[in-house]
T-cell receptor
Framework: NAGVMQNPRHLVRRRGQEARLRCSPM?????VYWYRQLPEEGLKFMVYLQKENIIDESGMPKERFSAEFPKEGPSILRIQQVVRGDSAAYFC???????????????FGDGTRLSIL | GNSVTQMEGPVTLSEEAFLTINCTYTATGYPSLFWYVQYPGEGLQLLLK?????DKGSNKGFEATYRKETTSFHLEKGSVQVSDSAVYFCALKAAGNKLTFGGGTRVLVKP
């Protein structure tokens, strides 16, 4: 199955530590999106990346959060100095070739559930 | 900005009952509309989509029609099964590629 792969599935960190979440898009997909889902809420857009470029980071918190999608390897969402409020499920999605008419669906991974102690 | 509003759950039904989940949206331009389903502990799966007014998306017995005049995309299924128990998300995508989601509606189907 060549779906969107996220790891780890579950991640536990203590306050002040760093969290790194990885996402490998579907084969042939060059666009990656990160979303955050707080408990009992819908998903909120964080950032949209192409290879080596951040296209839209309007949903990213201004501090402690960063994302990259290098030429080789998975996309990484990095959270520095985590706090309790960062506890959430983080989902990655990917889509193929450049959007034409907003009708290309995004395919989601199973998410990383981040718990902050 | 863009927004999606869907009915709050949980919605509890008996098997073979009729399901409707209301979804309305606010968007600039002409968005594409989607329904995603999330089973416990999993990611979102695309259920159906519609890209222009009056389009009907359908899959696995579920249907939704893009109604521009009422800015709605209500999800329906004529006869639900226990396996349809999940959280359903309505979403839109306008220019810029990012999805805007509703808050989700939890559906519980009892045998």
């Amino acid at each position: 199955n060549a779906g969107v792969m996220q790891n780890p599935r579950h991640l536990v960190r203590r306050r002040g530590q760093e969290a790194r979440l990885r996402c490998s898009p579907m084969k042939g997909h060059s666009h990656v999106y990160w979303y955050r889902q707080l408990p009992e809420e819908g998903l909120k857009f964080m950032v949209y990346l192409q290879k080596e470029n951040i296209i839209d980071e309007s949903g990213m918190p201004k501090e402690r959060f960063s994302a990259e999608f290098p030429k080789e390897g998975p996309s990484i969402l990095r959270i520095q100095q985590v706090v309790r409020g960062d506890s959430a499920a983080y989902f990655c999605a990917s889509s193929p070739f450049p959007d034409r008419g907003s009708n290309q669906p995004q395919h989601f991974g199973d998410g990383t559930r981040l718990s902050i102690l | 900005g863009n927004s999606v509003t869907q009915m709050e759950g949980p919605v509890t039904l008996s098997e073979e009952a009729f399901l409707t989940i209301n979804c309305t949206y606010t968007a600039t331009g002409y968005p594409s509309l989607f329904w995603y389903v999330q089973y416990p502990g999993e990611g979102l799966q695309l259920l159906l989509k519609a890209t222009k007014a009056d389009d009907k998306g359908s899959n696995k017995g579920f249907e939704a029609t893009y109604r521009k005049e009422t800015t709605s995309f209500h999800l329906e299924k004529g006869s639900v099964q226990v396996s349809d128990s999940a959280v359903y998300f309505c979403a839109l995508k306008a220019a810029g590629n990012k999805l805007t989601f509703g808050g989700g509606t939890r559906v519980l189907v009892k045998p």
